[in-house]
């Protein structure tokens, strides 16, 4: 994970952004690159965040309509209401859609109603401005209890590249998007760089509690907000935003909706966390390829790249959409892919229906162009290619690469150099 540049708070703020939806576009060819780290679902960070002490609403996980009513039940306040939250790794579930109708991804309801609600959610697709016509699946529903507030914040813990620590960003007022806060009352945020060598400091964490104008003890509160930096480095988080950061009646700081993000470098470590992975929201064309340490990720287009480099990736998606067409996936290989890594992605690549002819584009620097033309080969045969396959090799052992696909006895067409290779992949789709 490369810690983003915050030299500014507009800054700070769109990075804030970037990284709740784990995404950075190339300039032309519209890819989306993913950072590195893991995403959980509510009901995680919740259970996470408790056990660091951090206050958060009380809820039941169910996934399965017999244990809603229950919990439903368990949950309800004295007039008996609840708040039934689809589970999603997506923003804007509140003015979301389901595809069966359904407007809406959360609600408050009676607990006699729950489970009448709960089947038209629990199982089918949510639509939001965030996951794209797709939509995702709610294979989970978090049933919380209706919490009283008194004033909702924003706090948040991001990392820093200007500073090469963490760094907290905080307002008074919270509960709707930050963009539009810093927009309109910019002066209400403030930013609180810590030194990692030091952790977060008394006199920091107080300057935090004053940020936010919060009214109950102020003692209490400087606890929570060092719980939540400690989960943020005890956990190898990217990212810790609490939006609201609510205050109850009672002045007690509560987390009322949280999204946490971790750097996938850490999972080693944090194999507990790393375990709560859900694939189902994640297009399982990328599950497959991180399973083989690939970089996938998924384009609307029909000709399939697969490249070793991420610049070089996107110079391959942007020169193909330079000639007319359009690439269907962004695929790096990385420097050193083995024979089995190159089979494992022509294989993703061939099963994409989208896929009309695949284009391969190899810098031999670390990677052999003899080894990676072999590899290709064995793919070929392998997956039993169906559609025009167009290779470019260059750099170390090249010429030995080009006698090995030349003699393959596969219908590969090799190309020149990149422009060759991007007109003969463009051109191979009309016929």
Do not use: W
Not at 60 to 71: G, L, P, Q, S
Not at 120 to 144: D, F
Not at 302 to 318: E, F, K, P, W, Y
Not at 345 to 373: E, H, S, W, Y
């Amino acid at each position: 994970f490369q810690p983003p540049q915050l030299s500014s708070m507009l800054g700070a703020l769109a990075l804030r952004a970037a990284a709740k939806q784990a995404v950075s576009a190339a300039p032309c060819s519209g890819v989306a690159l993913q950072l590195r780290s893991l995403n959980v679902h509510e009901y995680q960070g919740a259970l996470l965040m408790s056990k660091f002490g951090i206050n958060v609403p009380e809820g039941i996980a169910v996934t399965n309509i017999a244990d809603v009513e229950a919990a439903a039940k368990a949950m309800a306040d004295e007039k008996g209401e609840i708040v039934l939250k689809s589970q999603i790794l997506a923003g804007g579930r509140g003015l979301g859609k389901f595809t069966n109708g359904l407007q809406g991804g959360v609600h408050i309801v009676t607990a006699s109603k729950t489970k009448d609600l709960a089947k038209q959610m629990l199982g089918q697709t949510l639509v939001t401005k965030q996951t794209g016509a797709a939509g995702r699946p709610v294979n989970t529903l978090y049933i919380a209890k209706k919490m009283k507030l008194a004033r909702e914040m924003y706090l948040a813990i991001l990392l820093d590249r200007k500073t090469a620590g963490p760094m907290i960003i905080a307002c008074s007022e919270g509960g709707t998007s930050i963009e539009d806060l810093a927009e309109k009352s910019p002066e209400k945020i403030i930013k609180i760089a810590i030194d990692i060598r030091k952790g977060l400091t008394d006199a920091q964490a107080a300057e935090v509690v004053k940020g936010l104008e919060v009214k109950g003890n102020a003692s209490d509160a400087k606890m929570q907000i060092q719980a939540m930096y400690d989960l943020f480095v005890k956990t190898d988080c990217t990212m810790v935003e609490v939006n609201p950061m609510a205050e109850t009646p009672d002045g007690q700081l509560l987390a009322a909706d949280a999204k946490l993000s971790f750097d996938d470098n850490a999972a080693f470590r944090q194999k507990e966390i790393f375990a709560m992975r859900d694939e189902s929201q994640i297009d399982s064309r990328e599950v497959a390829a991180s399973k083989f340490d690939l970089n996938y990720i998924g384009l609307d287009g029909s000709i399939g790249c697969m490249v070793n480099g991420a610049g070089l990736a996107m110079a391959t998606m942007d020169i193909i959409k330079l000639h007319g067409a359009a690439p269907s996936n962004f695929l790096d290989v990385g420097g050193s892919a083995s024979e089995q890594q190159v089979v494992e992605a022509f294989k993703i690549l061939t099963g994409d229906p989208q896929v009309k002819a695949i284009l391969v584009n190899i810098f031999g620097g670390i990677m052999k162009c003899d080894v990676i033309a072999s590899g290709i080969v064995a793919a070929a045969k392998q997956v039993k290619l169906a559609v025009p396959l167009i290779v470019r090799l260059e750099g170390t052992n090249v010429e030995q690469g080009k006698e090995i696909l030349r003699t393959s006895g596969m219908p590969i067409i090799t190309a020149d150099d990149l422009d060759d290779a991007a007109v003969k992949a463009c051109n191979s789709i009309k016929k």
